[in-house]
């Protein structure tokens, strides 16, 4: 049955039109035989609305006619085809039959299929008219839509009609062109794996009719000549004999994920190696997610099998001393060594048999913000008679020796005076030494530091520890001497492993170079994000409170003397704290991933007004007047510029000085800018005339954990360099003590104009509707002065303290037939339903519902998933009078 040689050629643009249309009906794909139709291009066809490609006898400009015709369209031709006139770009309308049908997405999407009648068919509906109709259209229709568009490849494998074909991107994930692999069922069999052939989709499973979907994972060949894993998705079709007639699918390319599970499986080995019935017992208590595990070797030690102590939260109960459990094993793990995330220590476990077993365990917690023990995990060994085993004896445990070899981070192992005892390969390697040459002698001639600015020896950590029996934090201010090699700055940590009196009976360092210590570039800019918020809220502190100052000054006069001339100033400080809180918030979001086309002297503006917060330095910003637009996350390339003020900023000895910042475009010639193809670019450039960078320091300030600054943590330029060069741009630096730093950035010119938002008319009437309003708030002011607001406006409206409260309300007045004409709601209610859990409840009730979400939250991102959501309006607090009067307008127009 499966014996072929004949091919298939994908679908052309005669064979029909296919669009792919967004939940609101604004086009995003579109076939080359939808273009035909239109006379366009298929990029000229996506972004407009579909309704606006046909003729129709009642047209409208009102806001959201075409949403409303496209939702009329698709409830008419969901179940047969209808006949809409066609408007072609060059020529005169025609009819045609249009069909749509829901496609997967998030939000939903739809498919419409779309054709010319046959001769002669006129102009009626006819259901029967396949040409349009999903389940008879040629599979590769929808594929070649997504070809060049996504990872996947697609195939269709046709036994019935004994054909095949392969999209090019499936092809291409197998390492060939398109035109080198011939699209029949040969080439398949000849490239799937022969260990995989059972599993893969063209084979028949049980007897079956109709349609079957699967998801399977094989491997096939590569043209290079190695295997490929690939995840395979789709539906195989039975005919009514059972026999299988057609499979059509994608696959996906998942050898990353393959290699990762490969790594999961021998750490898996490792573990259950260590875990086992040896002298180290492990274990992972995890009871935030109430997940519990004990090895089999933490079981043996105890007297038991695995059967007798299985993996739950009794069992670490029954492990642990009674006497010193009563509060639970959460707060007997949280009570020892506070203020410390990992340590050493001697406790003493339950036996079987009820006597104290002494062990040496290492724990490391994983403690929240709120100081709450969420996870603990580590290792425990049995102590000789009570007394704590040598170091000797601890680090020639075959279990504990392969443990640390597994770290990425260097291990050395003093005894208690001071000398070397063990070196994990990876501490060899950075040391220059093998543990044979090291073995006895002392920890800090090893262990060499020198001063990073001083250069002067820094202190022996191990001697410190075993003098102090205090934990060193994690340090970056030294540099560490290898053989003959230029010292490295190194990252480093020390701590003393205690004996069964609590004395220090040897100590561990633990260190890494800071260039291995690499962070994606999304936790780069989250890292940084957080130290920069810390460095801004000084200043934005400074600042709100000066309009504090102003708001209350107005109102203070207002209430005292009758005198209302300052309200309005109070009015101009309240929007002005509004518009510095919205900075704020999306400059801490850290992005929604979403670029928009933005002039560079906007942000710019935004960022001195959030970085020079409450600083002396003067700024001055110089934008040329023909300077272009450029293309960013927003909230990214506000983190980047305020990151190079604050720099700045910080750069002044006597926090006195000045930074200009100009900005202008550019043309630079083919690798003129490392990195940078020819073309046009804007360049921002940021000049300071603070201490300047030391020449030694120059080539090092974009790396990862490298910095000059006492509590700094080197992340700022890290970031800014990571996040630019996501952004197709690149950075320069110029520098000179005493005389200041120049950081220029380097941007791609955007080729649309700035996106600006729609202003609207100052002049708007509020108070020209009328209805009845529910309002949900948990707080009693704003219930107090929203209420008058409405009295104000001519509404009538109830108050809801809470969402249960406003639920009942509605319920009342919909039993009697006279639903509330809109609700506002408030995002969050403490101790309560909020506003988005109550609209739901409320659209279950009566889908009809109208409502205003309202919030502090002053974001473009947040509003739009709220639209999204079915609410009707977004109300951002604070708001005056005009504020809510157009939101109620507009919502009770819609």
């Not at 249009?98 to 997967?104: G, T």
């Not at 274990?283 to 102590?309: H, I, M, N, Q, V």
């Not at 104290?356 to 996870?375: G, T, W, Y």
């Not at 501490?427 to 040459?437: D, N």
Request: proline share 6%; charged share 20%; glycine share 10%.
């Amino acid at each position: 049955m499966h014996s072929t040689s004949q091919s298939v050629a994908p679908a052309t643009a005669a064979d029909g039109a296919v669009l792919v249309v967004a939940h609101d009906g604004r086009i995003q794909l579109a076939s080359a035989a939808a273009a035909a139709l239109w006379q366009a291009r298929p990029d000229e066809l996506a972004g407009d609305f579909f309704p606006n490609l046909f003729v129709f006898e009642v047209t409208s400009q009102e806001p959201g006619w075409v949403q409303s015709q496209w939702e009329v369209l698709v409830a008419a031709a969901a179940s047969r085809p209808i006949a809409l006139r066609l408007q072609p770009k060059e020529a005169s309308d025609f009819e045609s039959l249009v069909r749509i049908e829901p496609a997967a997405g998030n939000p939903p999407q739809h498919l419409v299929f779309v054709a010319r009648p046959a001769s002669g068919a006129g102009t009626t509906p006819v259901a029967t008219v396949t040409a349009i109709a999903p389940v008879a259209a040629p599979a590769e229709h929808f594929l070649g839509l997504l070809n060049d568009r996504g990872p996947l490849g697609f195939f269709d494998l046709n036994f019935l009609r004994n054909e095949a074909y392969y999209s090019p991107t499936w092809k291409k994930l197998l390492g060939y062109a398109d035109d080198a692999m011939p699209n029949t069922y040969e080439a398949w069999l000849a490239l799937i794996h022969p260990d995989d052939s059972a599993a893969a989709p063209d084979r028949q499973g049980r007897v079956a009719t109709g349609t079957r979907p699967f998801s399977h994972e094989f491997r096939m060949k590569h043209a290079l000549g190695h295997y490929v894993w690939l995840q395979c998705v789709g539906v195989q079709v039975y005919g009514p004999n059972g026999a299988l007639q057609r499979v059509i699918g994608a696959n996906l390319e998942i050898g990353d994920r393959k290699e990762f599970e490969e790594l999961g499986l021998r750490a898996e080995e490792r573990m259950r190696e260590f875990g086992g019935a040896g002298r180290a017992g492990l274990f992972d208590l995890d009871f935030s997610a109430g997940l519990y595990w004990l090895s089999p070797g933490f079981k043996t030690f105890l007297g038991y099998s695995a059967a007798e102590l299985p993996d739950t939260l009794e069992s670490v109960l029954r492990s642990l001393p009674m006497d010193e459990t009563t509060g639970g094993a959460q707060a007997y793990f949280l009570s020892r060594h506070p203020g410390q995330i990992a340590y050493f220590d001697v406790i003493h476990l339950r036996h079987r048999e009820g006597r104290d077993v002494p062990v040496q365990a290492c724990v490391i917690r994983q403690i929240s913000r709120k100081k709450e023990l969420q996870r603990v995990l580590g290792y425990v060994m049995p102590l000789a008679e009570g007394l704590a085993p040598t170091p000797e004896e601890a680090f020639s445990a075959p279990p504990l020796a392969a443990l640390l070899a597994e770290l990425h981070e260097g291990v050395l192992v003093a005894d208690a005076g001071g000398n070397v005892l063990h070196l994990n390969p990876k501490a060899e390697k950075l040391l220059g030494r093998t543990l044979a040459q090291c073995l006895g002698q002392e920890a800090g001639e090893v262990f060499r530091l020198v001063h990073l600015q001083s250069g002067q020896p820094g202190e022996n950590p191990v001697a410190k520890v075993l003098a102090t029996a205090e934990p060193t934090a994690l340090n970056t201010e030294f540099a560490l001497e290898a053989g003959d090699a230029a010292p490295q700055p190194v990252a480093f940590s020390a701590r003393a492993v205690p004996d069964a009196t609590g004395r220090p009976a040897g100590a561990v360092v633990v260190f890494r170079l800071p260039s291995e210590m690499s962070l994606t570039p999304e936790e780069l800019v989250r890292a940084n994000r957080f130290e920069a918020l810390g460095q801004l809220a000084g200043g934005i502190a400074h600042d709100f409170n000066n309009l504090l100052t102003t708001i209350l000054g107005g109102v203070s006069l207002a209430k005292e003397n009758r005198d209302y001339s300052g309200l309005e100033n109070s009015e101009r400080a309240c929007l002005a704290a509004k518009g510095l809180s919205k900075q704020l918030l999306t400059f801490s979001r850290g992005g929604s991933g979403v670029r928009q086309v933005v002039r560079p002297a906007d942000i710019l503006a935004d960022t001195v007004r959030l970085a020079a917060a409450g600083s002396t330095v003067k700024v001055e910003v110089e934008v040329a007047p023909d300077t272009g637009t450029i293309c960013v996350d927003r909230a990214q390339m506000l983190q980047v510029f305020q990151n190079l003020v604050i720099n700045a900023i910080q750069a002044m000895p006597t926090g006195q000085g000045r930074i200009w910042i100009k900005a202008a475009n550019v043309t630079l010639a083919p690798a003129e800018v490392s990195g940078l193809v020819g073309g046009t670019y804007v360049t921002v450039e940021v000049r300071d005339n603070g201490s300047g960078i030391k020449p030694e320091h120059l080539e090092k300030i974009f790396a990862p954990f490298f910095t000059t600054k006492k509590n700094g943590t080197g992340l700022g330029l890290a970031t800014v360099l990571s996040i630019v060069k996501r952004h197709g741009g690149q950075m320069g630096v110029e520098s000179e003590l005493g005389v200041g730093s120049a950081f220029t950035v380097f941007l791609p010119v955007a080729e649309q104009p700035a996106e600006v938002e729609a202003r609207r008319a100052p002049t708007f009437n509020v108070a020209t509707k009328t209805g009845r309003v529910l309002f949900m708030d948990d707080d009693p002011q704003i219930c107090a002065l929203t209420g008058g607001m409405l009295e104000g406006l001519g509404y009538k409206f109830d108050i809801a303290k809470t969402g249960e409260e406003a639920v009942q309300f509605y319920k009342r007045y919909l039993n009697i037939g006279r639903p509330y004409d809109v609700v506002i709601m408030d995002l969050t209610i403490i101790g309560g339903m909020g506003g988005e859990q109550t609209f739901r409840m409320l659209r279950d009730l009566h889908p009809e519902v109208r409502a205003i979400i309202a919030s502090g939250y002053d974001n473009d991102d947040m509003a739009r998933q709220f639209l999204d959501m079915g609410f009707l309006g977004y109300l951002t607090k604070p708001y005056r009078v005009g504020d809510l009067g157009r939101v109620l307008k507009k919502v009770l127009g819609s």
